[in-house]
């Protein structure tokens, strides 16, 4: 069974940076396309970022491009989302997501996600 378990989240003034981390088992994490999503209250869950099983490609939404990096490290079998010039309205619950089919590309479609984290808080204040 896939577990998906992130960490890392919090309160930050705006401008601030924060880094999360989402930690997966249960299966071999090297083949699989990783992305970050949010859902701030009241709103639909967004793509973030996504990076390849290979680590050479990644994808950013264009609200947090130039400000967030995504990166992996398969022999951790982690993922990262580095948030930088943090925003008020970065504010969300950011949830990390793992691909069901291997080697497939990565892409910001919600869909093609099918493990889920429980989700970690970030709250930035103005």
């Known amino acids: 069974q896939v577990q998906l378990v992130e960490s890392g989240g919090g309160l930050v003034q705006a401008g601030g940076s924060l880094r999360l981390s989402c930690a997966a088992s249960?299966?071999?994490?090297?083949?699989?396309?990783m992305g970050w999503f949010r859902q701030a209250p009241g709103k639909e869950r967004e793509f973030v970022a996504s990076?390849?099983?290979?680590?050479?490609?990644?994808y950013y939404a264009d609200s947090v491009k130039g400000r967030f990096t995504i990166s992996r490290d398969n022999a951790k079998n982690t993922v990262y989302l580095q948030m930088n010039s943090l925003k008020p309205e970065d504010t969300a619950v950011y949830y990390c997501?793992?691909?069901?089919?291997?080697?497939?590309?990565?892409?910001?479609?919600?869909?093609?996600?099918?493990?889920w984290g429980q989700g970690t808080q970030v709250t930035v204040s103005s």
């Open positions: 990076i390849s099983w290979s680590v050479r490609s990644t």
């Open positions: 997501a793992a691909d069901g089919v291997p080697y497939r590309s990565n892409s910001g479609s919600l869909r093609e996600y099918e493990y």
């Open positions: 249960g299966r071999t994490f090297s083949r699989y396309a």
